[in-house]
């Protein structure tokens, strides 16, 4: 399925440049989808801030990345004001009111079918509600000016590129038992070739519904009518009830410190925050230079880091709605992490135990993540998913958009804790109403008050070690933006027990030394899709968009004279082949 991640997606940059006076202030959306970065920079170039380019690109990934790009998922928004404060917007979806602990054990046995891939596996939707929350609080432009833009790529169609035609031909076997999908993404089950128009007209009557009405064309009405009597024909549990009674809900988001800068992090239902920070507050004393990047001992630190952040992650962490007494404040503490930091042995790879807590579950396998700044430097980091890659796979009929399966990030089975990955601890079990635990990592940085990084990655588990190693790549090694993206990388998840890294991310005397330090290693595929947007001394925006999604690009629009340069044009400050 990463294959489908990389053949479809296209990074972009799109850099909004206005230089007034002595002040000199760019804007930035990077993106997956060119087009989407586009709709996103646009919103910038009317005048709109990063919410508004935010919401407004999200949309439009809904649209033409398919794959992770959703209406019918759930993610998280982080916002930065330039003046420091900032909000974290939780939209992860909610367990229906039917949802019970056992729901995915059949005849006493764990079903992961049922977990990942039936009716069941959806949880009510989340995005729509938290991109209206976090545009209610902070966006500038109307609401239907954010939406109309998917609402034509939708009606009008966008053409498939290489990368989409070969992601929609890999999903459409699995597509066979829902029609409705079949037909809204083949040519009554011929794929797709590059070069056709993917128009999706059910879709637009949609986010028509969602432009006009706000989250009740989607909550309410005849968008709910549709999903839920889809629902009941399939024996899925999502209710008329259970659409409106869901809410996005504004959080505080997690602050730390990194060697002085300021750290945002999403605080829980998502791990990210809890896990960075304490990694980063473990690895806080390392005294790394350039030249330590990629050696065996800055590897075993990280890895060893990692190790303690996510034996934490499988044993406390969950909905705090739920979990009223997750220690947040503890784990993410400076003290905690010199007790945990101490415990590592230098020399030695530690050893993770089941009993510590319990694995992490399966692999996930699409998300999408974008980074946004604008000209008064107001950040967002947003991640949102349809868990893996195109969800469920269940459009309902009429409806036009992928339901998620994010219900398969709820833990397994009660009391069912294994190293074959399986979790069964009690923070992260269905129950109703409740938000299933995740790994999405928006995360945002500032040095002496002013934005500084703006950071996130999918990749399931990874995403919290990507964003890891985006940021130790540049604050600690010292790299540009794009350099930080490109750098190999690597993922120790507690158990399984081993570091798993990208091909050509260590080198064969760092492999050697880690394995004689006890270290099981495994070469895995490509780790994340980082879009990474660096501020510096100048107030110039360095832009990192990942080439590890192939169809990448980037554009550079001009805000004086709102015009968009399509030609590929080198960075100034950084090594990238993304253009800006
Ligand atoms: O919320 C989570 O952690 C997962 N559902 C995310 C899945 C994911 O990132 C897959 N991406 N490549």
Redesign the pocket.
């Given at each position: 399925m990463?294959t489908l991640?990389r053949a479809i997606a296209a990074a972009v940059a799109i850099a909004l440049c206005a230089c007034a006076g002595a002040e000199r202030r760019s804007g930035m959306v990077v993106s997956t989808s060119a087009i989407a970065s586009r709709v996103g920079a646009d919103m910038l170039a009317r005048g709109g801030n990063a919410v508004d380019a935010a919401v407004a690109t999200a949309f439009a990934l809904a649209v033409t990345h398919p794959v992770?790009g959703n209406i019918g998922g759930g993610g998280f928004l982080l916002w930065r004001n330039a003046d420091g404060s900032a909000d974290a917007y939780d939209f992860?979806e909610m367990a229906p009111a039917a949802a019970t602990p056992t729901m995915f054990v059949k005849d006493g046995a764990y079903d992961a079918a049922l977990h990942h891939d039936s009716y069941h596996s959806v949880g009510v939707p989340g995005t729509v509600a938290g991109l209206h929350l976090a545009w209610r609080d902070h966006g500038t432009l109307p609401w239907r000016d954010l939406v109309e833009p998917a609402v034509k790529l939708a009606r009008d169609g966008f053409i498939v590129s290489d990368g989409l035609a070969q992601s929609l031909a890999e999903i459409l076997p699995r597509m066979q038992a829902y029609p409705a999908s079949v037909a809204q993404f083949s040519h009554e089950g011929r794929p797709y070739a590059a070069g056709e128009t993917l128009r999706q007209p059910d879709l637009a009557r949609t986010l028509e519904r969602i432009a006009r009405e706000g989250p009740a064309g989607f909550y309410e009405g005849l968008t709910a009518e549709l999903l839920v009597r889809d629902m009941q024909a399939h024996g899925g549990l999502i209710t008329l009830d259970d659409l409106r009674n869901y809410h996005a809900v504004k959080r505080a988001p997690l602050r730390g410190s990194y060697r002085g800068l300021e750290v945002v992090a999403m605080p829980p239902p998502?791990?990210g925050g809890v896990a960075l920070l304490e990694m980063l507050n473990m690895l806080e004393h390392e005294r790394w230079t350039r030249a330590d990047f990629g050696s065996a001992a800055a590897v075993h630190m990280q890895v060893e880091c990692m190790r303690r952040a996510f034996r934490d992650r499988a044993r406390h962490l969950g909905d705090p709605d739920f979990n009223p007494d997750i220690p947040v404040a503890r784990l993410t503490s400076k003290e905690y992490a010199r007790t945990q930091a101490q415990s590592i042995d230098r020399t030695r790879a530690g050893r993770s135990a089941p009993a510590d807590a319990t694995s992490a579950a399966h692999e996930?396998?699409?998300?999408t993540h974008l980074s946004v700044v604008d000209g008064a430097l107001n950040a967002v980091s947003l991640?949102y998913?349809l868990?893996?890659?195109y969800g469920s796979c269940i459009v309902a009929p009429g409806t036009g958009f992928l339901l998620n399966n994010?219900m398969?990030?709820f833990n397994a089975q009660p009391g069912r804790t294994d190293d074959t990955g399986l979790i069964g601890t009690k923070p992260n079990l269905a129950a109703p109403g409740k938000r299933?635990?995740?790994?999405?990592c928006p995360t945002i940085l500032a040095k002496d008050g002013t934005l500084f990084m703006v950071t996130g990655s999918?990749?399931?588990?990874?995403?919290i070690n990507t964003v890891l190693e985006t940021i130790l790549a540049v604050v600690d090694f010292g790299m540009g933006a794009q350099e930080a993206v490109d750098a190999g990388r690597f993922h120790h998840q507690w158990l399984p027990d081993r570091i798993v890294y990208e091909p050509g991310a260590l080198s064969p005397e760092t492999i050697a030394a880690l394995g004689a330090m006890g270290h099981t290693l495994k070469e895995g595929r490509n780790q994340?899709?980082a879009e990474v947007i660096v501020v510096l001394h100048d107030g110039e925006l360095d832009g990192g968009c990942d080439r590890r999604e192939p169809d990448g690009a980037a554009v550079r629009v001009d805000a004086l004279r709102g015009r968009r340069d399509p030609s590929p044009r080198r960075r100034r400050r950084s090594s990238s082949n993304c253009t800006m």
């Open positions: 990463r991640t992770a992860r998502s791990s996930s396998e699409q998300t991640t998913t868990e893996q890659g994010e398969g990030d299933m635990l995740s790994s999405m999918p990749g399931g588990r990874t995403i994340g899709v």
